[in-house]
């Protein structure tokens, strides 16, 4: 595992992606290049930074395998000519011709891909004021936690409704990650009742750093999205966020503060593995009396 006390900088690339990917790829390097000449270290982009599109026949029509992403390709360039570790929060790529794949990427300031992660959680919800989401109707889940080192320290992958699921940011925390990426496209709705909270909480119970770029604005598709990429150090405290408007979001990141706030509180060093104790049947000489139901 690599790491230092140097501190670093992150810019966060909040963007409105539609359904072009070519639009969205010039809208995402336009940034990155905003970001690079705000001194950010590592960039990072939201969830479905190539396409926001609903319709199934549309977005597949849309997609190719990764191999053969023309959006990939050009921002493994662009992530070498700016010299920056560029975080893709995640790209639709084709994975079946049934199926595509919510995938993030690192990717290293010489153009290499060095992390994959294919989301784990699909989001397939009813909301209360009517939307309804069914991600796994096109996209195929991925099986894997993935983590990847850093100059700074140790990055745990996850995208979106993953925020959700505690169990896999502990998993990471205790695998040795100091920062976890939470790239989203929440929903408005999901977003104004849970994002702070819920980006508070991960950071507070793995006294990690989370760094979560997001999508913002009513989108193409009419699909509105909460926006407000943020940054939450390991006490739970948020030092940088935007609002809803497509912008680059700075930070600075010192590793520092999450080996000072373990110290404070070692809760990683304290969990412990337990069973689940099921409902105790009800006593035999308790249903002689009562009779049968």
């Not at 969205?24 to 905003?34: S, T």
């Not at 919800?125 to 996209?139: I, P, Q, T, W």
């Not at 990429?229 to 948020?238: E, L």
Request: contains cysteine; negative net charge.
């Amino acid at each position: 595992m690599t790491g230092t006390n140097a501190k670093f900088r992150v810019g966060l690339v909040q963007m409105r992606s539609g359904r072009t990917p070519a639009d969205n790829l010039a809208a995402a390097a336009k940034m990155m290049g905003e970001a690079k000449r705000g001194g950010a270290d590592y960039v990072q982009t939201p969830e479905m930074t190539n396409i926001m599109e609903t319709n199934r026949e549309k977005l597949f029509a849309s997609l190719v395998e990764e191999d053969h992403d023309p959006t990939l390709a050009t921002l493994r360039e662009l992530a070498r000519s700016l010299s920056i570790y560029l975080h893709i929060g995640s790209l639709a790529v084709k994975v079946s011709p049934e199926k595509a794949a919510n995938r993030s990427l690192l990717i290293d300031p010489h153009g290499e891909i060095i992390a994959r992660y294919d989301k784990i959680h699909m989001f397939d919800v009813d909301l209360a004021n009517g939307e309804s989401y069914r991600e796994s109707r096109n996209f195929m889940p991925g099986e894997t936690a993935v983590l990847a080192d850093l100059p700074w320290g140790r990055l745990g992958l996850t995208v979106c409704y993953d925020l959700r699921f505690p169990a896999l940011y502990r998993a990471l925390a205790e695998a040795g990650a100091s920062f976890l990426a939470i790239p989203a496209a929440f929903t408005q709705v999901t977003g104004e009742a849970h994002w702070h909270v819920l980006n508070r909480a991960r950071a507070i119970e793995n006294t990690s750093y989370v760094i979560a770029a997001a999508q913002g604005g009513t989108h193409e598709n009419g699909r509105a999205t909460y926006g407000h990429s943020i940054v939450v150090d390991p006490w739970g405290q948020i030092v940088a966020e935007g609002g809803q408007e497509p912008g680059v979001i700075f930070a600075e990141i010192d590793p520092a503060a999450v080996a000072a706030a373990r110290a404070k509180i070692p809760s990683l060093q304290h969990g412990r593995r337990f069973e689940v104790l099921e409902p105790m049947a009800e006593p035999t000489h308790l249903r002689a009396v009562r009779g049968p139901a």
